[in-house]
């Protein structure tokens, strides 16, 4: 088993940035892929960003790159988003999960933390 939580969700104006970390424990840690994705309010759960478990390779959604990244540090059980310049269509909760490969599809990932809020406004 693998438990992971997030943090670093919260109100945020449009342009601003903030940090979600996804902090994992149970199993090795460096043995899973790392994806981050949302859902926003009557939406469809959607993949925003895979890091490999080496961190040599990184996949992100269209919609974010150039904005967000993901990052992890291995020594410390943990995976990052940092979120820039912040869009109202970004606002969602934000999950992170941990599986095997580092793919967008969220069927392949077996854990998954709770979720934390963010929200965009205008």
């Known amino acids: 088993q693998v438990q992971l939580v997030e943090s670093g969700g919260g109100l945020a104006q449009a342009g601003d940035s903030l940090r979600l970390s996804c902090a994992a424990s149970g199993r090795t840690f460096s043995n899973y892929a790392m994806g981050w994705f949302r859902q926003a309010p009557g939406k469809e759960r959607e993949f925003v960003a895979v890091?490999?478990?080496?961190?040599?390779?990184?996949y992100s959604t269209d919609s974010v790159k150039g904005r967000f990244t993901i990052s992890r540090d291995n020594a410390k059980n943990t995976v990052y988003l940092q979120m820039n310049s912040l869009k109202p269509e970004d606002t969602a909760v934000y999950s992170c999960?941990?599986?095997?490969?580092?793919?967008?599809?969220?069927?392949?990932?077996?854990?998954w933390g709770q979720g934390t809020q963010v929200t965009v406004s205008s």
């Open positions: 999960a941990a599986g095997p490969f580092a793919v967008p599809r969220s069927l392949e990932y077996a854990y």
């Open positions: 890091i490999s478990q080496s961190g040599r390779s990184i």
